[in-house]
């Protein structure tokens, strides 16, 4: 759950809130509400940045690595910050689906959202 009420209608998002005015969930049961083009767009999204990344790799191989679309601020000229900024964003994005796992078990155990447990929202 990423919204409350005030944020999803904000984003226009009302027609697709629940009964109790959640935003759907995989837990809730909230998710066939959301429009099937919605979930090809996001398809779409996803397997046009896999084949961007595909081409860039064949074009460029030696230059080339997983994941860099060649944003450079901030990112460190020498190899050994280079290295350390990749296994930071390695372990950002560990800690993140850990993160997101955990909300699913606090809610699939409360059987309550995070947002409506989290009392700074």
Known sequence: ELFDKKIAMALGMDPVLDGTDRVPSLLNGGLGKISPAYWVACIGAAAMIDI?????????????????????????????????????????????????????????VSKQGVIDETPLF
């Open 52 to 108: 961007f990344g595909t081409l860039r790799m064949k074009s460029d191989k030696e230059n080339y690595l997983p994941g860099d679309f060649g944003l450079r601020l901030g990112y460190p000229s020498n190899e050994a910050g280079q290295m350390r900024m990749q296994l930071a964003e390695i372990k950002n994005g560990r800690l993140a689906m850990i993160a997101i796992f955990g909300f699913a078990i606090q809610e699939f």
